[in-house]
């Protein structure tokens, strides 16, 4: 009778085994009975790096039996710390007249005959985690994830494992996506010195932080300073039915000091727009918005946290999650190729049975904005720099570009109902130089509209085109450069070094200089005939 349930034990087992989550399974190792058995479960999901995973021995299995010939339910015993699990659940587990003395084998009997992996061999892992962490008295081993991927993996790694059937449990806060499972836990037999290994499923709460650019979101831009920035977070609403006490599901968002959050009220809020899927949230009823600036460094903490999200939004699992904002770049922001990070991150629920929360990885957009040197020098001598020369900025098309003076000899544009300073004042200074800062990418132009005292006004504006390469993925500049200017030595600023010559300007045709001369030349012919008619006039007097 034995060697019948054996054999139909091992049919049972070795079917649930090609399962995705593994139930009891048959031993076909023919080696002496050591500790050596080993687990590795991984995941592709950054948010799995560094997780805590733990792995509870439920039942051992005793291979040197199985190898003997005398093994008993497959080699398998039930743990006695699992007994009072299978007491409790007696009822739901259809478990008759169980006792300490016959739990064992009543959990056995169950185990082995769970076949279906989703209406019966989940719903039994999801049940013995919940279980399992409520219990203080538990053998477990606990490990976590490398923190850095290896061929595109995050593993978590058990080794000197004894032998038998374990439940792993990650550190819950699965949005659970792709498959539905409802849980993070599985079931994995060691049967023998071979790594058991196992790719999760299961997804955790990711953030994407995105960042205007032109028309497309993206982890980087170019903008002038008082310009709007406008920001987006993404997510996917978690799947929240084993959470028992409510679900923390909070955004938080930091700004650069370079960044003035817009929308601010006096209490400390503002107002973003949130939706899941299309359907635009209320807030104050579905979240609240508060913000929170640091006096010492001048960085914007935002914080949207949803309210009642379980209760509110279970039914929602899988969905887009986006939070919408805008904030304007300041005068602070820095300006070059180090550029404005702004950080973003979602904490979480991760324990169905408690209060623990975690967070998920930071994501981060980079916000650009630039600056040239024009230098103004004598042609025959370089090492001459000349003060005074008077420029305009212009866009592509030839438009003046109002300017706002920042500091000596530091201007950018104008922007709402600030004041532009004058034209005398946009000069070269002492150094020849003259510094236009807070541009974006693109072409403009810079007309030198007053040349310095002895010198000759430039004939044709300049062009100068600002371009930047990017990383796509990060959003971190790789390259910048200014056409006509080359870089200083602290790799910041471009230089473009103008030469003027001296000398008068030749007057050209239609100019006032031809006007000037043509008038004296016809006043001139005018006397000399008017002094010709009086000299004949006289002469023939004279006769």
Same mark, same amino acid.
């Given at each position: 009778?034995?060697?019948?349930?054996?054999?139909?034990?091992?049919?049972?087992?070795?079917?649930?085994?090609?399962?995705?989550? /593994?139930?009891? @399974?048959?031993? &076909? #190792?023919?080696?002496?009975?050591?500790?050596? !058995? =080993?687990?590795? *479960? %991984?995941?592709?999901?950054?948010?799995?790096?560094?997780?805590?995973?733990?792995?509870?021995?439920?039942?051992?299995?005793?291979?040197?039996?199985?190898?003997?010939?005398?093994?008993?339910?497959?080699?398998?015993?039930?743990?006695?710390?699992?007994?009072?699990?299978?007491?409790?659940?007696?009822?739901?587990?259809?478990?008759?007249?169980?006792?300490?003395?016959?739990?064992?084998?009543?959990?056995?009997?169950?185990?082995?005959?769970?076949?279906?992996?989703?209406?019966?061999?989940?719903?039994?892992?999801?049940?013995?985690?919940?279980?399992?962490?409520?219990?203080?008295?538990?053998?477990?081993?606990?490990?976590?994830?490398?923190?850095? /991927?290896?061929? @595109?993996?995050? &593993? #978590?790694?058990?080794?000197?494992?004894?032998? !038998? =059937?374990?439940? *792993? %449990?990650?550190?819950?806060?699965?949005?659970?996506?792709?498959?539905?499972?409802?849980?993070?836990?599985?079931?994995?037999?060691?049967?023998?010195?071979?790594?058991?290994?196992?790719?999760?499923?299961?997804?955790?709460?990711?953030?994407?932080?995105?960042?205007?650019?032109?028309?497309?979101?993206?982890?980087?831009?170019?903008?002038?300073?008082?310009?709007?920035?406008?920001?987006?977070?993404?997510?996917?609403?978690?799947?929240?039915?084993?959470?028992?006490?409510?679900?923390?599901?909070?955004?938080?968002?930091?700004?650069?000091?370079?960044?003035?959050?817009?929308?601010?009220?006096?209490?400390?809020?503002?107002?973003?727009?949130?939706?899941?899927?299309?359907?635009?949230?209320?807030?104050?009823?579905?979240?609240?918005?508060?913000?929170?600036?640091?006096?010492?460094?001048?960085?914007?903490?935002?914080?949207?946290?949803?309210?009642?999200?379980?209760?509110?939004?279970?039914?929602?699992?899988?969905?887009?999650?986006?939070?919408?904002?805008?904030?304007?770049?300041?005068?602070?922001?820095?300006?070059?190729?180090?550029?404005?990070?702004?950080?973003?991150?979602?904490?979480?629920?991760?324990?169905?049975?408690?209060?623990?929360?975690?967070?998920?990885?930071?994501?981060?957009?980079?916000?650009?904005?630039?600056?040239?040197?024009?230098?103004?020098?004598?042609?025959?001598?370089?090492?001459?720099?000349?003060?005074?020369?008077?420029?305009?900025?212009?866009?592509?098309?030839?438009?003046?570009?109002?300017?706002?003076?920042?500091?000596?000899?530091?201007?950018?544009?104008?922007?709402?109902?600030?004041?532009?300073?004058?034209?005398?004042?946009?000069?070269?200074?002492?150094?020849?130089?003259?510094?236009?800062?807070?541009?974006?990418?693109?072409?403009?132009?810079?007309?030198?509209?007053?040349?310095?005292?002895?010198?000759?006004?430039?004939?044709?504006?300049?062009?100068?085109?600002?371009?930047?390469?990017?990383?796509?993925?990060?959003?971190?500049?790789?390259?910048?450069?200014?056409?006509?200017?080359?870089?200083?030595?602290?790799?910041?600023?471009?230089?473009?070094?103008?030469?003027?010559?001296?000398?008068?300007?030749?007057?050209?045709?239609?100019?006032?200089?031809?006007?000037?001369?043509?008038?004296?030349?016809?006043?001139?012919?005018?006397?000399?005939?008017?002094?010709?008619?009086?000299?004949?006039?006289?002469?023939?007097?004279?006769?």
């Amino acid at each position: 009778m034995n060697s019948l349930i054996r054999k139909v034990a091992a049919g049972v087992l070795a079917a649930v085994t090609m399962l995705g989550i /593994a139930g009891l @399974g048959a031993s &076909t #190792a023919n080696a002496a009975q050591t500790d050596n !058995g =080993s687990i590795k *479960v %991984s995941s592709t999901n950054a948010e799995f790096a560094g997780k805590e995973v733990k792995a509870y021995q439920m039942f051992s299995y005793d291979l040197d039996a199985v190898n003997a010939g005398t093994a008993d339910n497959g080699g398998f015993t039930l743990n006695s710390e699992w007994n009072q699990f299978f007491i409790d659940n007696a009822t739901e587990f259809n478990l008759s007249d169980v006792t300490t003395a016959n739990v064992a084998q009543k959990a056995y009997d169950y185990v082995s005959g769970l076949k279906d992996e989703k209406t019966q061999v989940v719903p039994f892992a999801k049940k013995a985690s919940d279980w399992a962490k409520t219990q203080t008295g538990l053998t477990v081993k606990t490990e976590n994830a490398a923190t850095t /991927a290896a061929d @595109g993996k995050y &593993t #978590a790694t058990f080794t000197g494992l004894a032998y !038998g =059937s374990y439940l *792993v %449990s990650p550190k819950a806060g699965s949005t659970d996506t792709k498959d539905k499972r409802g849980t993070d836990a599985i079931l994995l037999n060691v049967l023998n010195g071979t790594a058991v290994e196992r790719d999760l499923k299961s997804t955790y709460p990711t953030i994407q932080k995105t960042v205007k650019n032109g028309t497309d979101d993206k982890k980087h831009n170019s903008v002038e300073i008082g310009d709007t920035v406008d920001f987006k977070l993404s997510s996917t609403v978690p799947d929240m039915t084993e959470y028992t006490n409510g679900y923390t599901f909070k955004f938080t968002d930091t700004l650069s000091k370079g960044l003035d959050l817009n929308g601010t009220l006096e209490d400390g809020t503002f107002t973003p727009t949130v939706k899941i899927g299309t359907t635009e949230l209320i807030k104050g009823t579905d979240y609240t918005a508060t913000y929170t600036t640091n006096s010492d460094t001048g960085k914007t903490a935002l914080e949207v946290n949803m309210l009642n999200f379980k209760d509110l939004h279970k039914d929602d699992a899988g969905k887009a999650i986006t939070v919408e904002y805008s904030a304007t770049l300041n005068k602070d922001a820095i300006v070059g190729s180090t550029g404005n990070q702004n950080d973003a991150k979602i904490t979480y629920s991760n324990n169905p049975n408690g209060t623990g929360t975690g967070d998920t990885n930071e994501d981060h957009t980079y916000t650009y904005t630039f600056n040239f040197d024009i230098e103004k020098v004598n042609a025959a001598d370089p090492t001459e720099k000349l003060k005074n020369a008077q420029f305009e900025l212009q866009n592509d098309k030839g438009d003046k570009i109002s300017l706002v003076k920042v500091s000596e000899g530091v201007f950018r544009p104008v922007k709402g109902t600030e004041t532009a300073a004058e034209d005398k004042d946009v000069v070269t200074g002492t150094d020849g130089k003259l510094q236009f800062t807070g541009l974006k990418e693109g072409t403009y132009k810079v007309k030198e509209t007053k040349a310095p005292e002895g010198f000759n006004l430039l004939k044709d504006p300049i062009t100068v085109t600002i371009s930047a390469q990017y990383d796509e993925n990060t959003g971190k500049l790789t390259s910048w450069s200014v056409t006509n200017g080359s870089t200083t030595a602290d790799g910041k600023t471009p230089v473009i070094t103008v030469q003027n010559n001296k000398g008068v300007t030749l007057p050209e045709t239609g100019g006032m200089g031809t006007v000037l001369f043509t008038v004296f030349g016809v006043a001139i012919v005018a006397l000399g005939a008017a002094w010709y008619v009086k000299s004949n006039r006289k002469s023939r007097h004279t006769a």
